[in-house]
């Protein structure tokens, strides 16, 4: 049977292992174009990003249906998907990587992070970013962008596929975000994954340890002497890893 949720073990390795290693563990099994491109945090937040996803899809605004009192309905669909974001998921919105308005601002970001979302991914820009980037919820974006969305944006579809910074996102795809930036994993592979990075993470400590202390790579990264693979098993015998 195939998985619907992310299990809470899958989510903890993720919380541990860089979306720089989880892209070499998707390379490893065929998928290139995992990481949304320009994007960045607003705000350290000392934690990584991890949810499934839940999207928002933008179109092109066209003036005769984007007037300010759109907001005025309560079934705006950027509204709605404030308040049916599921806790513990990720927001992700298509705005065609187009920053020129607001994709959300401060009030609605606070509403999900009120309401326990994990984070919010956008390849457009947020208004009040300062404000946002002061919240304690992970939030990406490609640029701080002042104008209200619908000077350039129009809210069209809750949780159907989207493109977000050039990657497929499907609704319930794992997204795991750090200091770099954004992942998505399909979430039949999360599992593979998660156990895959935090092998790879164990060993690329080792590696790092081993660099600071003088060593060069050749035969250490990756291991390909029996030295080095000795030592290695020593060392995760040692730290318990």
Known sequence: MTATALSAETREKLMKVSTATICTALFKLGLKNQFIQDVQP???KGRNMVGQAYTMRYIPAREDLNPISVFQDPTHPQRVGVEECPEG?????????????ASAGSILVTRLMKRGCAGVVTDGGFRDAPEIAALDIPTYHNRPSAPTNLTRHQAIELNG???????????????????????????HLADEIAAEATEMTAFEDFVTERVLEGEA????????????????AAWRARTGR
């Open 89 to 101: 998921h990720v927001m992700v919105i298509d705005s065609r990587k187009d920053p020129r308005a």
């Open 161 to 187: 596929p989207i493109g977000c910074g050039d990657v497929a996102v499907f609704p319930g795809d794992v997204v795991v975000g750090d200091g770099e930036g954004v992942v998505v994993i399909p979430l």
């Open 42 to 44: 607003l705000g350290a």
């Open 217 to 232: 790579v050749i035969g250490l990264y990756p291991a390909t002497t029996e030295k080095a693979k000795a030592d290695f």
